[in-house]
């Protein structure tokens, strides 16, 4: 019986912070982080948020994924850092909004296109203006009734409403 309500609670709040809260975009999708890519293309048309993670998939020590500067991105230079791996799969959690930069930081790679700008968004609740984009309100839409069962849910199985919230 408890164990159940235990394993219910489990359930919900990964359905729900899986709906709701994060996304994980694989960066370049099946090709991945390599040179020759137009990463400006790859993010035309994705919409990020704070939460979401971007994943790095690389071949170990023959790329960086180089967190940099607006100034580094542009002059393709890694010289500040903002933070750096080479283990073949990086995967980057989106935690501020504003824009974030990263480059590869092997001689000449971020030069032949291995630099991405990521525009992440508010988030959450108010969407923050800047960007402009219309589609993190739609998303925070979608968040709501996914709340609104998972605690219907819980109230009528009788468990724990406190541990689905929080
Ligand atoms: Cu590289």
Known sequence: MASSSVALVAL???SCAGMAAAASFTVGDAQGWVAGIDYSGWTSG??????????????????????????????CSGSSALGNDDSGSTTVTLST?????YICNIPG???SGMKLAVNVGGGGGGSSSGSGAGIPSGAAAVRV???????????????LIKAALF
């Open 12 to 14: 919900l709040v990964a």
């Open 46 to 75: 994705k919409s990020f948020a704070v939460g979401d993670t971007l994943v790095f998939t690389y071949a170990s020590k023959v790329h960086t994924v180089t967190e940099v500067s607006k100034s580094g991105y542009a002059a």
């Open 97 to 101: 909004p504003g824009t974030h930069y």
């Open 109 to 111: 790679h971020c030069a």
């Open 145 to 159: 009734p996914a709340m609104s069962a998972a605690i219907v849910l819980a109230a009528a199985s009788g468990v």
